[in-house]
């Protein structure tokens, strides 16, 4: 189980006293490789009344080795942008 405290969390919430922890792990970690497997296809996934999760491609740049201070070239790369809905950003 990836997520043991938002299965917890999950379990409580629900009110649901004879929850199966295994089995609210599973619908946890499914709920997240469907997310992972929509943005890999579609490079984006919207969760109406939570935000949208979008694929975003990061430039190659030039950097810096923190511990030598050498310069380094970071490669290109991608990266995921999470937008929060507006009922989520009311509820903070």
Do not use: W
Not at 29 to 49: D, H, P, Y
Not at 51 to 69: E, I, L, M
């Amino acid at each position: 189980m990836r997520n043991p405290n938002l299965v917890n969390t999950v379990i409580k919430k629900s009110g649901e006293l004879n929850a199966d922890k295994k089995f609210v792990g599973n619908i946890v970690n499914s709920t997240f490789e469907v997310i992972a497997r929509e943005l890999k296809k579609q490079g984006k996934i919207t969760c109406s009344s939570f935000g949208t999760f979008r694929v975003s491609k990061r430039k190659a740049r030039d950097g810096r080795n923190p511990r030598t201070g050498e310069p380094i070239k970071i490669e290109e790369r991608k990266s995921v942008k999470f937008k929060p809905s507006k009922n989520l950003t009311k509820t903070l």
